[in-house]
């Protein structure tokens, strides 16, 4: 059983090519124009001009389509239909069920807020499918980020699916024995101690030998480190990163003001 | 200050804290596939927070989120700052002798809910409107309908879920920590906060017990007038 636990997609494009810090600003400046710009349409066509170009520019248009059907519809879907009914603004009901009325307004209000988690979560999603984690981590740990949290962030991707795999074994082995987890509610409370407890004490006792393990080969060395892969970064870059905190100042200055 | 931040920051706190999340990560999933009504995707993060300061554990809270975003739902992000709050929270919890007892922890696990519901709140009503994807916005939007204000049918909300679950969490670190060979838990920086009092001290648990009812009359009166306002 194999699981990814990444989304990058290696591909030859522009956008993987870019260097990763200036993806990670151009995914700031989207998220911050489209939640403080004062324009109703901001988030809309941001997704629409912006984010679906840019996945195609990526050459990943097709599996961020399905990551987007996969994780952000079903979510901004459900959040669309729950702000839709339940904000209990506006005065134009369109559409009446019970106690639950529909409003121009809600329906507006509801739009604009899907819109915005969507262009949130798919400027994200389309980060991590061109952005390798360990590329990212390696440029911002040039750029003076602390080598433990590099190690922090790869070694949990590293530990995560063994976990998960050793969880599955427990979760067998217990049934195996005749632990109750589907019974009724007391039962399956009652199952999680059985559960909880080998994975855990499992996975703390490694936690010594692997400190001394990483000890021995220069953790804590104060020595500047060198890298085995350079990131490019060229000057144009720069200019477009700045050019990009311009727009987030401005979006937000124009959303206090107006 | 800095120098006391740092030297809970050993190499095997820095070992610790990827398999804290994963522990967050795989607890979590645990208790869906077990289908009950708890979070508890948060018991590595108390975990770090108790056995290596409250730095550490707002570090693991924070990055949990992250790793969380990276694998498997990018919009796990925006919520880095309640993970961040609650490890801090269950650190300084421990910091102030709160957690060795079964009582003294259940003051922690509220304390840790209070801190969650407050750091949540902003961010559900600024990014969400109030509403989120998750199930329990179902009470929120009950309470909007009943006429409340966005604010407080949030906060309500968060009032009335979290407790169980943080007390829960608090609880299993506690057994954990408990479990858990005295060899290993002296290898970690913090490792005097969790030895366990003496059980014939009667005054401690009535002390906490009082904190208890006080900590949850004081929810209550915040509530009333939220409700009231």
């Known amino acids: 059983m194999h699981e990814r636990l ?21 995914v700031l400046a ?25 996945s195609f520019i990526g050459k990943v248009f097709r599996e961020f389509f399905f990551a987007a059907t ?27 069920f019970y106690f639950l009325d529909i409003t121009q307004e809600s329906l507006m209000f509801a739009f604009k807020n899907a819109m915005r988690v969507i262009v949130m979560v ?8 061109t952005t390798h984690p360990s590329e990212l981590m390696s440029d911002l740990t040039r750029r003076g980020l602390p080598g433990q949290f590099a190690y922090v962030i790869i070694s949990t991707l590293q530990i995560l699916p063994q976990i998960q795999s050793k969880s599955q074994t427990i979760i067998s082995a217990q049934r195996s024995r005749g632990l109750d987890t589907e019974g009724n509610f007391f039962k399956r409370a009652g199952s999680l101690v059985p559960l909880v407890g080998p ?12 400190a001394i393990a990483i000890e021995a080969r220069g953790f804590t060395s104060k020595s500047i480190k060198t890298s085995l892969y350079e990131i490019a970064d060229t000057s144009f870059e720069k200019i477009i990163r700045w050019g990009l905190i311009i727009i987030i100042i401005l979006s937000i200055v124009l959303n206090i003001w107006l | 200050m800095l120098d006391k931040i740092k ?8 070992v610790l804290i990827p398999i804290a999340i994963a522990i967050n990560v795989a607890i979590g999933q645990l208790v ?28 693991t809270g924070a990055l949990s989120n992250v790793i969380w975003g990276i694998a498997f739902d990018p919009g796990a992000f925006p919520w880095w700052p309640v993970a961040f709050f609650i490890g801090f929270m269950a650190g300084k919890m421990a910091e102030w002798g709160f957690f060795k007892s079964w009582w003294k922890v259940v003051v922690t696990g509220i304390v840790i809910a209070l801190t969650a519901a407050i750091i949540s709140t902003p961010i559900s009503v600024y990014l969400f409107g109030g509403i989120t994807a998750s199930g329990s916005s179902f009470i929120t939007a009950y309470l909007l309908q009943t006429g409340q204000g966005i604010w407080s049918a949030v ?40 030895e366990i009092e003496g059980g014939s001290d009667k005054n401690q648990m009535y002390i906490a017990i009082g904190i208890v009812v006080v900590l949850i009359l004081f929810a209550a009166f915040l509530l009333r007038s939220i409700l009231g306002g």
Not at chain 1, 31 to 54: D, E, G, Q, R
Not at chain 2, 32 to 54: E, M, N, Q, R
Not at chain 2, 163 to 185: E, N
């Open chain 1, 6 to 26: 990444s989304f990058h997609i290696k591909r030859d494009s522009v956008l993987h090519r870019l260097n990763p810090l200036t993806k990670l600003t151009l």
């Open chain 1, 30 to 54: 989207l998220i911050m124009v489209a939640f403080t710009s004062p324009w109703y349409w901001t988030p809309h066509l941001l997704f629409l001009f912006v984010i679906i170009p840019l």
């Open chain 1, 70 to 96: 996969r994780l952000i519809l079903p979510a901004a879907g459900f959040l669309f239909l729950m702000q839709a009914f339940f904000q209990p603004i506006g005065e134009h009901v369109i559409f009446k």
């Open chain 1, 122 to 129: 798919s400027s994200f999603t389309l980060f991590l499918l």
């Open chain 1, 199 to 210: 994975l855990v004490f499992g996975s703390l006792v490694e936690v010594e030998e692997r």
């Open chain 2, 7 to 14: 030297s809970n920051f050993t190499t095997q706190t820095w």
């Open chain 2, 32 to 59: 869906l596939v077990l289908k009950l009504p708890v979070f508890l995707d948060s018991i590595g993060t108390v975990l770090v927070a108790v056995l290596c300061g409250p730095w550490a554990g707002a570090l």
């Open chain 2, 155 to 194: 906060v309500s909300t968060a009032f009335l879920t979290e407790p169980v679950d943080k007390i829960t969490t608090a609880m299993l670190a506690f057994a954990i920590i408990q479990g858990l060979p005295k060899r290993t838990v002296a290898g970690y920086p913090k490792a005097d906060q969790v």
